[in-house]
């Protein structure tokens, strides 16, 4: 375990090019500061029929995934630019362990901008906390952030295969604003794309999430709690298993070892 | 299972085609390796030369599991390079030459520590070896910068500390001394010796043929994914060769004397280059043959500072190799 965190602490260090100050702070506490707010103001002079509530609560729960999406892919893309990951591949280390510490310390991240998030809203908006069950809220907030990673690792191998993390990035976190639910209500999404939702991380989470500020026990929200949790091993099987193949598929055409198309 | 084997690396008709399609989909095969087949002996110093594009690059990351081969088979101690690559990952390093495949916002040590974890050492056997292999590639000092300020000296020494760390016993370079300065590169050169010494095969692949005279018991020159010779330098020289050298310094350079050498019966290649106020003329000539005197009648006795035979270098072996 002591090796896997070491890997994971390492690739952190040497493949996220956004862990200086400015990058940093920019990132993991203004950008989901101002998404907030840009989303309230945005509803509120648009008429919506929704309080401002459900774009608060809704941004800062999407904060994690996108910290998270743009964190790991960026480090996938890296990995193939600076031509390190021949050297990874041509390890003998284990191919699982080597696959999740590429996203384990962008889960703090995660969890730092979310948090910020809700301090920032509960200070500055006025969002209320005096009937959340904070257990429940807690749980939806640890689910969002796996399930975010899961779903980050899985897109970030295509950034692999790419070279390319910042439509991979743009592509995976509007998905997630779109689709599950964060700032438009996923029942009224026409045709059959509500359900697309399903298949996505965060809209089960963030479901639960909203409710736990209603005082919603773990009991209730169950069902979208295991979702959650059900989709978040979903994604981490479905990486795994593209990574294993862009392994394979780089032993076969030699291409994965140069970092230009 | 090491002691074993007598042939550390065993390639037997092996095969790479490199596929590609351009934009409207036709697709477009490049050969790299043609029926290639070598043979290692434990504990021998083995270098792979060829111009660029021969196929050096390729033979070494298929033998590091890098890449699998369209035919063919690889063996390293015994173990299939494809079928059995993990076992091939423990037991062989590989160092490549060039600026990539390092981590440079974490320093040297970083970089070793991570590489160590990756291959499951133990933290406290990882902080052992990364200080002893960064002081005995002479970064001790530099452990704690990060890599981006490294000279490409350096980095090349901590890509060597790196294929150390397993302590493999196969090691893969691949130009390890590219784009080094001399002093730089013969530096990196004294480790191979030492690392022969301590009963490690090596797998050598250079440009540099000094380099490889100096250092290889064995060797093999690719050209366009095909084996063109093998043998020890000297059998590679005296028999690959067939040729003889003569060294003419000339008094009184002339334009035309490269052209009127060169017609002479059984001289094969003259080139030309300057030494101070002097020409000096590298004629090949066949193989036993003794030219001296046409050359004193050709060039003019007079015009002569001195002419000397002698055998022709690995480089010059190489050249004639590669030209026939």
């Not at chain 2, 792979?48 to 081969?69: D, E, M, Q, Y």
């Not at chain 2, 050169?189 to 095969?201: C, D, F, I, Q």
Request: glycine content about 10%.
């Amino acid at each position: 375990m002591r090796n896997f965190f070491i890997q994971s602490y390492l690739t952190y260090r040497a493949l996220f090019f956004w862990l200086n100050w400015p990058a940093y702070t920019g990132n993991v506490f203004l950008v989901p500061v101002l998404y907030i707010t840009m989303l309230m103001l945005t509803g509120r002079f648009a008429n919506s029929p929704l309080d401002s509530d459900y774009y608060i609560k809704g941004m800062a729960a999407y904060s994690t995934p996108f910290i998270l999406i743009w964190g790991i892919t960026q480090c996938n893309y890296y990995e193939r630019v600076i031509g390190t990951l021949g050297h990874v591949l041509g390890c003998s280390g284990n191919r699982w362990l080597i696959y999740w510490s590429r996203g384990t310390m962008h889960f703090p991240n995660g969890m730092l901008t979310l948090a910020t998030s809700l301090t920032f809203a509960g200070v500055f908006i006025g969002l209320d906390f005096s009937s959340t069950n904070w257990l429940t809220l807690v749980t939806s907030i640890l689910l969002i952030g796996f399930s975010s990673m899961a779903f980050a690792l899985c897109i970030g191998v295509l950034a692999i295969v790419v070279r390319d993390w910042l439509v991979i990035s743009a592509a995976g976190s509007g998905l997630l604003i779109v689709f599950t639910g964060v700032v438009i209500p996923v029942d009224e999404l026409p045709l059959f794309l509500p359900y697309v939702g399903d298949v996505l991380p965060l809209t089960h989470g963030v479901a639960a999430f909203r409710e736990a500020f209603d005082g919603a026990d773990l009991a209730s929200v169950g069902t979208h709690l295991a979702w959650e949790l059900a989709v978040s091993i979903c994604y981490g099987l479905l990486g795994y298993l593209l990574f294993l193949v862009v392994e394979a598929d780089a032993k076969r055409t030699g291409a994965y070892e140069t970092s230009i198309l | 299972m090491v002691a074993a084997i007598s042939n550390a690396v065993e390639c037997i008709n092996l095969n790479r085609v490199y596929s590609s399609r351009n934009v409207v989909g036709r697709r477009r095969d490049f050969t790299a390796l043609r029926d290639l087949s070598l043979e290692i002996p434990t504990g021998a110093v083995f270098g792979l030369l060829g111009p660029n594009g021969a196929g050096k690059t390729t033979t070494v990351r298929i033998l590091s599991t890098l890449l699998t081969p369209t035919s063919g088979t690889a063996r390293v101690l015994g173990y299939d390079v494809v079928s059995q690559s993990k076992q091939v990952r423990r037991n062989t390093g590989f160092i490549l030459g060039g600026e990539r495949g390092l981590y440079g916002r974490i320093t040297g040590e970083q970089n070793m520590r991570f590489f160590a974890a990756l291959n499951h050492i133990n933290p406290n056997e990882a902080r052992r070896r990364t200080e002893q292999l960064l002081d005995r590639v002479g970064l001790s000092e530099h452990a704690r910068t990060p890599v981006e300020n490294y000279s490409r000296g350096m980095k090349q020494r901590l890509h060597i500390a790196r294929g150390l760390l397993t302590d493999p016993p196969v090691l893969f370079m691949d130009e390890p001394t590219i784009g080094i300065d001399p002093i730089g590169a013969q530096e990196l050169r004294n480790y191979v010796p030492e690392l022969a010494s301590e009963g490690k095969t090596i797998l050598l692949t250079t440009h540099y043929m000094a380099e490889a005279d100096m250092l290889c018991d064995t060797i093999a020159i690719i050209d366009r994914g095909e084996l063109a010779a093998s043998g020890t330098p000297g059998e590679i020289k005296r028999q690959f060769s067939q040729i003889g050298i003569v060294e003419v310094t000339v008094n009184r350079p002339r334009e035309d004397l490269v052209a009127r050498t060169s017609e002479l019966e059984a001289v094969e290649r003259v080139e030309s280059s300057g030494e101070g106020p002097f020409q000096k003329l590298t004629i090949s000539v066949s193989y036993g043959v003794d030219l001296r005197g046409r050359i004193a009648e050709t060039v003019g006795a007079d015009n002569i500072e001195s002419m000397v035979s002698r055998d022709p270098t690995l480089e010059e072996a190489y050249i004639n190799i590669l030209k026939r």
